[in-house]
Nanobody, 129 residues
Framework: QVQLVESGGGLVQAGGSLRLSCAAS???????????TGWFRQAPRKEREFVAS????????YYANYVKGRFVISRDNAKITLYLPMNSAKPEDTAVYYC???????????????????WGQGTQVTVSS
């Protein structure tokens, strides 16, 4: 079992930046490093959608088109933490952001919510115009 806790959300003006973090507890570095991780978001009255994912070693990264070039996903396995710096924020980025983790080996492309078996509680990001 792993617990994920997001932080760093808040209010930012359009064009501004935020950095989201997701700390994992309940697992040591050696186990967290075997988890595939990602970020999703959910705006009011919308489905939860994929934002970015990063493989266990950090060598393979995918972004949704609507954040590509603005958000950067990274992970620090030694600190058991996942990051998502958000740059050039847009009002349409307003949502609750969730980090997610997938246990098990194999594969580098996971963009569906059902692909992940651990979720954080979410952190609200609001971008004002």
């Amino acid at each position: 079992q792993v617990q994920l806790v997001e932080s760093g959300g808040g209010l930012v003006q359009a064009g501004g930046s935020l950095r989201l973090s997701c700390a994992a507890s309940g697992r040591t570095f050696s186990i967290f490093s075997s988890y595939f991780t990602g970020w999703f978001r959910q705006a009011p009255r919308k489905e939860r959608e994929f934002v970015a994912s990063i493989s266990r070693s950090g060598g393979t990264i995918y972004y949704a088109n609507y954040v590509k070039g603005r958000f950067v996903i990274s992970r620090d396995n030694a600190k058991i933490t996942l990051y998502l710096p958000m740059n050039s924020a847009k009002p349409e980025d307003t949502a609750v952001y969730y980090c997610a983790a997938r246990s098990g080996l194999g594969g580098t492309y996971y963009v569906r919510t059902i692909d992940y078996n651990y979720w954080g509680q979410g952190t609200q990001v609001t971008v004002s115009s």
